[in-house]
C-alpha cells in the first residue's frame, strides 16, 4: 500500500492579510505539521492548486517558508488563483511541458500520479479552467506510457458538475475532452480535484472523482446558489489516498478539531 497526502486551495497571503479572519499561512503550516506527525510513512504531498491568493511574489516566497523543512517530497499544481511566472519565479525546480506548463507525472509502485494544469490565465471569467490542446496531447502520452499501471489523475478545477452553481460556472469549461481522453484509455481509476472548497464525491464518465476541502475557508453548503465568492470557517481539512492492490482508497482528515484521546467502548 502507498500513502499520498492531499492539500489544495491554501490561498497563502502576506504576513498579516486575512480570509474571513482566518491566516491562511497559519492554517496551512498547522495542517502540514498535523498530517506529516500523522503520516510519516507517506510518500509524497501533492498541493492541488490555488497555492497563493493573489499569485503575489511574497505569497509564493510564504509559501516556500512553509514548506521549508517538509520531511516529505511535495508536488505542486496551479489553480484559478495563481499565476506561472511568479510561481516558477519562486519553485523553478518545478516540472514543466515544453509549453511552460505546470504539469508532470509521478509513478509510485504500480500507480501512476497525473497532475494536470488548468489554469487558464486568459479566461473572460477570470477563474474558469481549461486544457489546451497541448496539455491534452502532453495528458495523451501521460496515459499511453504508463504501462499497466493504474492512474491517478489530479486537477485543480473537478472534471464534473457539483451542484454549486457559481462555482460550475467558473469550473472546467472543456471537461468533456479531458474525460473523453481518460475513459478511452481505460486504466483511470481515480481522479482528484480541489477549487470547491468541499468534500464530494462523484464520478466523470464512470471513474469516481473526490474533491477535498481547503485547510483555510470553505463553501458554506449553499447547492444553486450563483456567487462562487462565499466562504465560512468551518474546519480545515487534507485528503489521504491509500493506493492499494485492490484499488484507491480516500480519506480526509479535519485537522483544526479538536483533539479527543480514542476511548474503547462496549
Known amino acids: 500500500m502507498h500513502k499520498v497526502l492531499v492539500f489544495t486551495d491554501i490561498h497563502i497571503l502576506p504576513e498579516g492579510e486575512k480570509i474571513i479572519g482566518l491566516d491562511p499561512f497559519e492554517r496551512f503550516t498547522q495542517g502540514l505539521a498535523h498530517a506529516t506527525a500523522r503520516h510519516p510513512d507517506a510518500e509524497r504531498i501533492v498541493l492541488c492548486g490555488d ?4 499569485a503575489a511574489p511574497a505569497e509564493y516566497a510564504r509559501l ?8 516529505l517530497p511535495v508536488d505542486l499544481m496551479l489553480g484559478n488563483h495563481d499565476r506561472r511566472a511568479p510561481f516558477l519565479a519562486d519553485f523553478p525546480q518545478v516540472p514543466v511541458t515544453e509549453a511552460g506548463f505546470v504539469q508532470h507525472f509521478q509513478d509510485i509502485g504500480d500507480y501512476r500520479l497525473i497532475l494536470l494544469d488548468t489554469l487558464n490565465e486568459a479566461a473572460d471569467d477570470t477563474h474558469s479552467g481549461h486544457l489546451c490542446a497541448h496539455r491534452l496531447d502532453w ?3 501521460a ?21 454549486f452553481s457559481g462555482m460550475d460556472w467558473i469550473g472546467l469549461h472543456n471537461r468533456a475532452e479531458l474525460i473523453e481522453r481518460l475513459v478511452a484509455h481505460g486504466g483511470v481509476v ?3 480535484s480541489g477549487h470547491i472548497h468541499r468534500t464530494i464525491q462523484g464520478a466523470a464518465g464512470g471513474i469516481p472523482v473526490s474533491i477535498f476541502k481547503s485547510p483555510c475557508h470553505q463553501m458554506p453548503m449553499a447547492l444553486g446558489f450563483q456567487d462562487p465568492s462565499l466562504s465560512i470557517d468551518e ?18 482528515e479535519d ?5 479527543q484521546k480514542p ?3 462496549g
Open 139 to 141: 495528458l495523451d502520452h
Open 51 to 54: 497555492l497563493a491568493h493573489n
Open 263 to 265: 476511548e474503547l467502548y
Open 143 to 163: 496515459l499511453a506510457t504508463a504501462g499497466e499501471r493504474r492512474i491517478v489523475v489530479f486537477t485543480h478545477h473537478p472534471p464534473m458538475i457539483t451542484g
Open 64 to 71: 516556500k517558508q512553509a514548506l521549508a523543512g517538509c520531511p
Open 190 to 192: 481515480q481522479i482528484v
Open 235 to 252: 474546519p480545515g481539512a487534507y485528503g489521504i489516498l491509500l493506493l492499494t492492490g485492490d484499488g484507491v482508497i480516500v480519506h480526509t
Open 255 to 259: 485537522f483544526t478539531l479538536p483533539d
